[in-house]
């Protein structure tokens, strides 16, 4: 069975850093790819970022050179690190990796940035 358990979400204010953390159990986690996934307030679910086997990473264009994206393949968990957050990046975040096929996500990690 695969498991993805997002942490790390909270309320902030604008320009604070959070940092998400995103463990998975049930898949051999170093050979796969992962992405970090956000859905706002009435909005699509929409990329953020993605990072490889090999550690190379992706990141939309609305949170580059604010996000970071890195992996612990020891602790199976990936990570999301956020900085200087606005309004706008409020909304549930979610872990994603496809596994034989398959996609598997978490319940998300809320992120609310509000003053």
């Known amino acids: 069975q695969v498991y993805v358990v997002e942490s790390g979400g909270g309320l902030v204010q604008p320009g604070a850093s959070l940092r998400l953390s995103c463990t998975t159990s049930g898949i051999n986690f170093a050979i796969y790819a992962l992405d970090w996934y956000r859905q706002a307030p009435g909005s699509q679910r929409v990329s953020v970022a993605r990072i490889t086997s090999s550690g190379s990473a992706e990141y939309a264009e609305s949170v580059k050179g604010r996000v970071t994206i890195s992996r612990n393949n020891a602790r199976n968990t990936v990570y999301l690190q956020m900085d200087n957050l606005q309004t706008d990046d409020t909304a549930v975040y979610y872990c994603?990796?496809?596994?034989?096929?398959?996609?598997?996500w978490g319940r998300g990690t809320h992120v609310t940035v509000s003053s």
């Open positions: 994603h990796v496809k596994h034989r096929g398959r996609d598997y």
